[in-house]
């Protein structure tokens, strides 16, 4: 039996277009893109989009689940049905959990977990030095015959320049991507927020933009002397764009990222020590806020993340420095990345883009596409169905969401992954 989406509105991020139309599913993959007059067999399972917007599943590059460790901030069974309810129809996830995942066995075990609990695809990323200490780099080829997509420490930083630089070469040699986190990590040690006034009448320990400005042009020198695959997880300030764009017009194989809450909120939002909105890299001001929404749309900034990071309510219930940092962002990836649409910031097929080809594509993964021959992970949303953020309804374990009580807009209706319906709204 095939199955038919009709009646869509169909968002193809690689051409960077939307048109109305059908597609055709069979096998788990899309079998034909047609428009709407197209015929339809009798035998066929039909599935009237009534003119909404039908998209490639959202690529979520750098999700933490805290299996194995900490399972009661999240699990992959919990994070599996957030990302389906969300649209995320493949997580990728990162490797700063209680082990470290720096070995194939625990590698290993984390893909059987993955593949017997979550109903989204579940690409891991390994760790790139040993426990994230940045002395001793990690068996990457063999983390990646056991199936890691990607090298990263995660928001530590690697300090030793020469180590580093030894990580780099042996990744260049192997085709491996490293995702490194760009910050000068003394200055940001201890920062809880963004330098500058509010912090100042906030008491509150901070650091400079130029922080993050710092570890880009250390990282990108590395990666003119190495030659290896990088990404940043992160760029959130004005100030980092120049390097990045020097970066890629000089033909250095460099990418760069952004999490959703940098793209949506700014460094008022803490407010009254709201520790939801505690963050690392903490929270912009409003000029570098919208800096970087113009460098995703310029496609300067190549991808659009959740950067979901579970934290329980022990962690936040505490004075803002002492709180953890991180939000959940599976479910709320998507309306929240629809207000930039809706703002006429950033056009719709420009944010599919950032959410789902770029992510698929740097990384070498078959989704993030509407064309044929690709996994029919898709997902069926209505952009503008209005409601308000209850975090209580939320499917993450950890509900640490700082979009909490907000007005927001975009609801996704159903949800695929390889032509089966994973998720249909109530």
């Known amino acids: 039996m095939t199955l038919h989406f009709i009646n869509a509105q169909l968002i193809d991020p690689e051409a960077g277009t939307v048109t109305r139309g059908t597609i055709r599913v069979e096998d788990g993959k899309i079998a034909a893109v047609l428009d709407d007059t197209a015929p339809i067999p009798g035998d066929a399972q039909v599935v009237d989009c009534r003119g909404k917007y039908l998209a490639p599943g959202i690529v979520d590059l750098g999700v933490k689940v805290c299996e194995p ?14 990302a389906a309810a969300g649209g995320v129809t493949t997580m990728v996830t990162r490797p700063d959990t209680d082990p470290t995942i ?13 593949n017997e609990a979550a109903p989204v695809n579940v690409v891991p990323m390994a760790a790139l030095t040993k426990g994230r200490e940045g002395r ?10 056991a199936g890691a997509v990607g090298f990263t420490d995660c928001d530590r930083v690697v300090t030793d320049t020469k180590v580093f630089s030894r990580a780099l070469t042996y990744a260049r040699s192997l085709g491996a991507l490293v995702i490194a986190h760009p910050q000068e990590p003394i200055l940001s040690k201890g920062a809880a927020v963004t330098s500058g006034k509010f912090a100042s009448l906030r008491g509150l320990p901070a650091v400079s933009p130029m922080a993050e400005r710092m570890g880009l042009d250390r990282d990108i020198a590395l990666i003119e002397m190495t030659g290896a695959r990088y990404h940043a997880d992160q760029i959130t300030t004005a100030r980092a764009l120049p390097a990045l764009e020097r970066a890629k017009k000089n033909g250095l194989d460099i990418t760069a990222g952004v999490g959703i809450h940098h793209l949506t909120l700014n460094a008022l939002d803490v407010a009254d020590y709201r520790t939801f909105f505690k963050l690392k890299p903490p929270l912009r001001d409003e000029e570098d ?17 959740s950067m979901h990071t579970p934290q329980d309510e022990e962690s936040k219930r505490l004075p803002f420095e002492e709180a953890a940092s991180g939000a959940v962002a599976l479910e709320t990836l998507l309306p929240a990345a629809l207000r930039l649409v809706h703002s ?14 770029n992510p698929a594509k740097r990384l070498g993964l078959p989704g993030g596409r509407m ?39 975009g609801k996704v209706l159903e949800t695929y992954v390889s032509g089966t319906c994973i998720y249909k709204a109530s």
């Open 69 to 82: 460790g900490e399972r009661h901030k999240e699990s992959f069974r919990s994070a599996g049905l957030a």
């Open 136 to 145: 001793e780099m990690t068996e990457i080829g063999f983390l990646m015959d």
């Open 289 to 305: 806020r919208i800096a970087v929404i113009e460098a995703v749309a310029s496609g300067l900034i190549d991808i659009i993340c």
């Open 344 to 357: 006429e910031m950033i056009d719709i097929a420009t944010l599919w883009r950032a959410l789902s080809f």
């Open 102 to 114: 720096d070995s194939p066995e625990v590698l290993e075990f984390v893909t059987r977990r993955a």
């Open 371 to 409: 064309s044929v021959g690709a996994p029919a992970d898709l997902v069926l949303f209505d952009d503008g169905a209005p409601f308000v953020m209850n975090r209580e309804v939320l499917r993450s374990k950890s509900r640490n969401t700082p979009f909490d009580g907000m007005r927001m807009q």
